[in-house]
């Protein structure tokens, strides 16, 4: 891709010097034709007077030209479309590439720093190298990521307490302070208190 942008930099300045030297023979041919006709002018005062077959030799000569010189311009004009069009298509891939790099180093950033919150919170995981304490707690609140039936299910969970009082599938939100039952047993009651 280097060695093809490099090229394509290469052709398009060869193109544009093309151009400035079409320019340059354009603008002697405007200088030449000033004086063709300031020398014819001098000449006319002196009474000199050149044959009308040399004015028609000289402006069919100058007319071809002319129209060497535009059909000149016009190819190298389109050479240089063509060129910048490629370049523009190169940059414009180079743009994504770069988009693409930045993306990616966001999204490592901040997995980084998830991890560092993750690890602030819940402690080192390489601490615990064998089953970190939290894993199992993590993975069951994270599922929904990673899954589209465990999405499902769990919204079919939250979903049974968003129906009316009277639904089969589920409850609603109770409106007041749900109060504990009494203790079981002695043991549970001990550890109410």
């Known amino acids: 891709e280097q060695e093809l942008k490099a090229a394509a930099d290469s052709v398009l300045s060869e193109v544009r010097k093309k ?5 340059r023979m354009v603008d ?3 200088a030449l034709e000033k004086l063709r006709k300031l020398r014819k002018e001098a000449a006319g005062r002196k009474g000199v007077c050149p044959p009308p077959s040399a004015d028609e030799a000289f402006e069919n000569q100058v007319e071809s030209l002319k129209t060497l010189l535009k059909n000149r311009t016009e190819l190298y004009e389109a050479e240089e479309r063509a060129l910048r069009v490629m370049l523009e298509g190169e940059q414009e891939e180079e743009r994504k590439r770069e988009m693409e790099k930045k993306q990616k180093k966001e999204r490592e950033k901040l997995l980084q720093q ?3 919150i993750d690890s602030k919170l819940f402690g ?9 304490l939290l894993q199992p707690f993590r993975e069951y ?3 929904a990521e990673h899954s589209v039936a465990a999405l499902i299910q769990i919204r079919h969970e939250w979903d049974q307490y968003l129906v009316p009082a009277d639904h089969p599938e589920g409850s609603c939100i109770p409106p007041g302070w749900v109060l504990p039952s009494h203790p079981t047993n002695d043991t549970w009651a001990t550890a109410v208190r």
Not at 19 to 23: E, L, M, R, S
Not at 124 to 132: I, R, T
Request: charged fraction near 30%; proline fraction near 9%.
């Open 19 to 23: 151009q400035a030297d079409t320019k």
């Open 28 to 30: 002697v041919l405007c």
């Open 114 to 116: 998830k991890l560092e």
């Open 124 to 132: 080192d995981p390489d601490e615990f190298p064998l089953a970190h």
């Open 141 to 143: 609140y994270l599922q």
